[in-house]
């Protein structure tokens, strides 16, 4: 949802009209924003709601009241800023709740939206942070769907109207899509996948 809120947020943008990278991630940050809150009132996604719908915007992953605040930010994942780190009164106050204060003491769990040219996405990275030198969780999130095999369901959409119509159909014979840009390896400290505790 928020690879393709930006991907959105890009196709809108009129730089002729003095559109420029700040305000295309505004708008981006905008519809990633209003994705995450129609998908948790929609009742589709029992494990998703919003805590925090201000500029700050904090949304939970996980249900029964159980669940851990999560935000997301643009912004590579393997250098998170200050303000990146920093959590709200509500978010560690629902984390506190979730994993107890020991477990939840300054721990963060954020969605790196990485970018490259033209302010296209690269790649999106689910991190569980414990300050700034801890890294518990760095896990990618696949962007790309797997080649469809012959019997294969097809990958529903997301949401109704969200912009995505899922991936197009593979017609037999013609040439696959272009290559997406290859990122620059990630340091070793980044690339093990740890588990969240």
Not at 23 to 41: D, K, Q, T, W
Request: aromatic share 8%; with cysteine; proline share 9%.
């Amino acid at each position: 949802m928020l690879a393709n809120a930006r991907r959105d947020a890009l196709a809108m943008a009129s730089y002729e009209l003095g559109d420029d990278p700040w305000s295309v991630g505004c708008r981006a940050f905008a519809f990633g924003r209003h994705r995450l809150r129609r998908a948790a009132e929609s009742g589709d996604y029992p494990w998703l709601e919003v805590l925090d719908d201000s500029a700050h915007f904090v949304f939970v992953i996980g249900g029964n009241g159980q669940g851990v605040p999560v935000r997301f930010y643009r912004g590579a994942a393997d250098d998170p800023t200050d303000r990146t780190l920093r959590r709200q009164e509500t978010e560690s106050e629902q984390l506190s709740l979730a994993l107890g204060e020991e477990a939840a003491a300054g721990l963060v769990f954020r969605f790196a939206v990485e970018t490259g040219e033209g302010g296209r996405v690269d790649r999106v990275v689910f991190l569980a942070l414990r300050g700034e030198e801890r890294v518990e969780c760095f896990w990618p999130v696949p962007l790309e769907l797997p080649p469809a095999s012959a019997g294969a369901a097809e990958q529903l959409r997301l949401i109704a109207d969200d912009g995505y119509a899922g991936p197009a159909p593979h017609v037999p014979g013609a040439p696959p899509g272009p290559a997406l840009p290859r990122r620059k390896p990630v340091p070793p400290l980044h690339r093990r996948q740890a588990g969240l505790f």
